[in-house]
């Protein structure tokens, strides 16, 4: 399995943009989704975006599609997730989640075997 860290969270304006990364350690070697998520307080997780071990397959949430971009770089085991004319309520914790290759594209949260502990993004007016 893969251990993940995300870094790049902070407090931001409405419009402004960020990007968080998630850099894999551990079990580089073999293949894995990427998967961003979030979590408002008092909120389920919910599902941001996906992406294929290639990087050749994406697919986002309807209410951050055309704003956000998952991308990842294997040679650097990183995953990014930029982020563009944020709004107040992208408030929340961003975790990012390995996933098995062998499954479809998923946005369920127990489809992801290893997560990081996430990072904080407050988008201001």
């Known amino acids: 399995q893969v251990q993940l860290v995300e870094s790049g969270g902070g407090l931001v304006q409405a419009g402004g943009s960020l990007r968080l990364s998630c850099v894999a350690s551990?079990?580089?070697?073999?293949?894995?989704?990427m998967g961003w998520f979030r979590q408002a307080p008092e909120k389920k997780r919910e599902f941001v975006a996906h992406i294929s071990w290639s990087g050749a397959m994406t697919y986002y949430a309807d209410s951050v599609k055309g704003r956000f971009t998952i991308s990842r770089d294997n040679a650097k085991n990183t995953a990014y997730l930029h982020m563009n004319s944020l709004k107040l309520e992208d408030t929340a914790t961003y975790y990012c989640?390995?996933?098995?290759?062998?499954?479809?594209?998923?946005?369920?949260?127990?489809?992801?075997?290893?997560w990081g502990q996430g990072t904080q993004v407050t988008v201001s007016s």
């Open positions: 551990g079990r580089t070697d073999s293949a894995y989704t």
């Open positions: 989640a390995a996933g098995d290759p062998m499954l479809p594209v998923t946005s369920t949260p127990r489809d992801y075997y290893s």
